[in-house]
């Protein structure tokens, strides 16, 4: 009994000692604007960041309490340093609503990471893959080796210890852009914050509310990186962020919100674990009256100082809101539309304009199926001045200053295209590819196959000027009508022969089991 006790002892004091050796942080931050066209930005950023200090180098870590146990097995299991999963429903309006707080904004899904190279490298991409479908309720295990790419040039870490120059770590991306985003993905995304939706901004997330808006996104990025030389200590972070973009003009005809209106719910304080819990308003406009009053608003609201509730309002002295005009354009953006007619063949065409007054360095990204057959050599590029609409005489070489071009293998990878173009000052630059389209057998159309095919979105990466870090902007998915066969053929077929058959059948089983008799006719008596 008294040496159960001692090692009982002995194993609850190293247990605190490694527990000690966890330091542990939780930050959460609401941040809310209101747009140039009466709509309502917000955004919640949640953020978990771990510092654990192992003496074994390569052990398994789990002595940590905020950190999601999941997400660092997720992390050390497929030797995984950086991650990123983001699901987005509808559309972001670069023109109306300027660029996003978070960069990731293609619609359905999209996952890269970066992950230790070995000779397995592969299939535990695909294990990371059907790990977070089960995770997320999602079809990322749909993700295989006809989405996935390699890029070289677009989707650099945002660690500070960048892997680009790492040969021991790959890249691995992949999207799904036909993926529908509902309930069940959010609920599994808000488990793994320490409070749940009980308390602190957390509470806010409203489902009923949040798949009602315009454009919804939410995304994690899990990041695991060795501290020193021998890996003993190792910095693990999650950043869980959600993106909305509420309308309460639809609903009043003004733009006047508040908590209790957009999302149902009021703030009753912040997360009991949380270091850091604020909620900043952005006020564009200085007309608006904002209530509670704040005494400095870059801090905005410490809600550990909320001692009820709090219900923020902003309020404008107008009968109705009427719309802007003219859009705010943005320094750089992008769209990409298909050209051509018919089911045999078509085009690429890609269109990216630099409003800045210098010339700008971008990075072009695509992933094209592997049924649409791109020929590299009808590739084109025109210059177009946008002051005076004429087309500029540049040469190839002196818009794209670099290239990597993978070709499609059928049925085992897709296109994938990379350009680092120098877009001139004032322009708009147009890109175009011509491209055949595969017969596909019967068996690889989908069920609604006369819906056609979702192409993912093209990524544009650039840096603008006086800003320290890139960003990316998606253009708008395509969708392509490939050479569809008659599926109601076979139905017909089959309906004729059946029914042949039936009568067939009837007529001569009819005459095979049937008996006959002569019945002599009786004269009536007369």
């Known amino acids: 009994m008294y040496t159960s006790f001692i090692i009982l002892s002995i194993v609850l004091f190293v247990n605190n000692n490694l527990l000690a050796c966890a330091k542990e942080q939780f930050n959460e931050d609401l941040t809310l604007r209101s747009l140039s066209d009466g709509k309502l930005l917000a955004h919640f950023n949640f953020t978990t960041h771990v510092d654990v200090i192992n003496p074994v180098p390569g052990a398994s870590l789990h002595h940590y309490g905020l950190f999601p146990k999941v997400i660092g097995q997720v992390l050390q299991e497929y030797q995984v340093r950086e991650m990123h999963l983001t699901f987005t429903q509808g559309r972001w309006k670069y023109d109306e609503w300027g660029y996003p707080p978070e960069q990731s904004t293609g619609t359905g899904v999209e996952l890269w990471a970066w992950m230790e190279n070995s000779t397995r490298v592969d299939n535990q991409w695909k294990s990371l893959t059907n790990t977070l479908s089960g995770l997320f309720c999602a079809s990322l295990n749909f993700i295989d080796d006809t989405i996935t790419t390699e890029p070289t040039l677009s989707f650099r870490s945002s660690s500070s210890s960048s892997f680009e120059n790492d040969n021991n770590i790959l890249l691995r991306y992949g999207s799904l852009p036909h993926e529908s985003v509902c309930t069940e993905n959010l609920t599994p995304w808000i488990k793994l914050l320490p409070c749940k939706a009980k308390s602190g901004i957390a509470e806010l997330l409203n489902a009923h509310k949040i798949y009602n808006s315009n454009f919804h996104s939410m995304s994690i990025h899990a990041k695991s990186i060795c ?100 859009p705010a354009y943005p320094i750089v953006s992008a769209n990409r539309y298909f050209t051509g007619y018919g089911q045999e063949r078509g085009g690429l065409e890609i269109t990216i304009h630099n409003r800045n007054d ?132 076979p139905y017909n077929v089959i309906t004729l022969t059946c029914t042949v058959i039936a009568l067939f059948f009837g007529s001569v089983f009819n005459l095979l089991t049937r008996s006959f008799q002569i019945i002599k006719e009786e004269k009536e008596v007369e």
């Open 358 to 489: 210098k010339a700008l360095p971008v990075i072009y990204y695509d992933s094209i199926p592997w049924y649409l057959k791109l020929y590299l050599h009808t590739l084109q590029v025109i210059v177009i001045d946008e002051k005076t609409g004429q087309q500029q005489s540049k040469e190839k070489g002196d818009i794209i200053q670099d290239m990597y071009y993978q070709p499609a293998i059928d049925r085992s990878r897709p296109t994938m295209l990379e350009c680092q173009l120098l877009l001139p000052a004032k322009s708009i630059v147009t890109l175009s590819l011509d491209f055949d389209k595969v017969f596909l057998k019967y068996t690889e159309h989908r069920p609604d196959a006369n819906r056609g095919f979702d192409i993912g979105s093209a990524v544009l990466t650039a840096q603008l000027p006086n800003e320290n870090h890139t960003i990316r902007v998606y253009t708008d998915t395509l969708l392509v009508s490939l050479p569809t066969p008659d599926f109601s053929m």
């Open 227 to 326: 501290a020193n030389d021998d890996c003993t200590r190792r910095i693990m972070e999650l950043k869980q962020t959600e993106t909305s973009v509420l309308d309460p003009v639809r609903e009043t005809g003004r733009r006047d919100w508040s908590l209790k209106e957009v999302f149902d719910r009021v703030l009753h304080g912040a997360c009991p674990v949380a270091d850091n819990s604020r909620v900043h308003i952005i006020q564009d406009d200085l007309n608006a009256k904002l209530s509670p009053e704040l005494n400095n608003p870059l801090e905005g609201y410490d809600l550990k100082e909320v001692q009820d509730e709090l219900d923020i309002r902003m309020t404008w002295s107008e009968n109705s809101f009427h719309y802007p005009l003219e």
